[in-house]
């Protein structure tokens, strides 16, 4: 079992950059794909970007690809999310999830994460 505490948000002007943190309890973060959702005000949840456990493969929406990678530091138990060039629409309560130790990870949908962090909030201003 894992749990995910996330850091990091706050209020930043459109063009500017944020790192979100995701710090994971437990001796095998390594073995667990990871990943970054989020949710806006009155949206569904969705899918930002993945990372996998063995080879750190990435996998992101087009909405941020090119303007967040997605990385993670398996001897600090950290995930991280950089968020650059931050537009208005990125507004929403960003939440870290882990998947299933040892299985390929990647995915895009919220049924293949079994933890959840509290979620942190980042708001855009234009």
């Known amino acids: 079992q894992v749990q995910l505490v996330e850091s990091g948000g706050g209020l930043v002007q459109a063009g500017g950059s944020l790192r979100l943190s995701c710090a994971a309890s437990?001796?095998?973060?390594?073995?667990?794909?990871m990943a970054w959702f989020r949710q806006a005000p009155g949206k569904e949840r969705e899918f930002v970007a993945a990372i996998s456990w063995r080879i750190a493969s990435t996998y992101y929406a087009d909405s941020v690809k090119g303007r967040f990678p997605i990385s993670r530091d398996n001897a600090k138990n950290t995930l991280y999310l950089q968020m650059n060039s931050l537009k208005p629409e990125d507004t929403a309560v960003y939440y870290c999830?882990?998947?299933?130790?040892?299985?390929?990870?990647?995915?895009?949908?919220?049924?293949?994460?079994?933890?959840w962090g509290q979620g942190t909030q980042v708001s855009v201003s234009s």
């Open positions: 999830a882990a998947g299933s130790p040892y299985t390929g990870g990647l995915g895009d949908s919220q049924s293949e994460y079994n933890y």
């Open positions: 437990g001796r095998t973060f390594s073995a667990y794909p």
